[in-house]
C-alpha cells in the first residue's frame, strides 16, 4: 500500500513558475512508476509526465521543454518543476503510482495509487 500527498499548488500568473510535490509513504515495489496528471473542470483527466524507478521519464507533448518531472529517492518524495505556467495549464494535478510496471508511457499508464490532488491556477 502506498500513500500520496501532494503538495505546491498555487494561483501564478502566465509565464510564472511552482514546483509541486508529492511525498510517498509505505511500500514500493522494486519496478514501479509514478507520475502526474490533471484535470481541468469539464475536462478529461490527461497524464502530463511519468518517471519509472530507474529514473526513465516521459513527458507529455503539451508540456515538454516546460515541465520536468523528477524524484529524490532519499526523500521519497516526487517533483514537478513547472516553468513558463499559461492559462491552460489550469487545473488540478494529482501525484500517482502503478506497482510492478517496467514502462511508462504516459498514454496508458495505469496507476493503482493517487492522491488528493493539488490546485494549480494561471492567470493571464
Known amino acids: 500500500q502506498v500513500q500520496l500527498v501532494e503538495s505546491g499548488g498555487g494561483s501564478v500568473q502566465a509565464g510564472g513558475s511552482l514546483r509541486l510535490s508529492c511525498a510517498a509513504s509505505?511500500?514500493?515495489?522494486?519496478?514501479?512508476?509514478m507520475g502526474w496528471y490533471r484535470q481541468a473542470p469539464g475536462k478529461e483527466r490527461e497524464g502530463v509526465a511519468t518517471i519509472h524507478s530507474d529514473g526513465r521519464t516521459n513527458h507529455a507533448d503539451s508540456v515538454k521543454g516546460r515541465f520536468t518531472i523528477s524524484r529524490n529517492n532519499a526523500k521519497n518524495t516526487l517533483y514537478l518543476q513547472m516553468n513558463n505556467l499559461k492559462p491552460e495549464d489550469t487545473a488540478m494535478y494529482y501525484c500517482a503510482e502503478e506497482p510492478w510496471a517496467w514502462q511508462c508511457p504516459i498514454a496508458t499508464m495505469t496507476p493503482s495509487y493517487w492522491g488528493q490532488g493539488t490546485q494549480v491556477t494561471v492567470s493571464s
Open positions: 509505505g511500500y514500493h515495489s522494486s519496478s514501479y512508476c
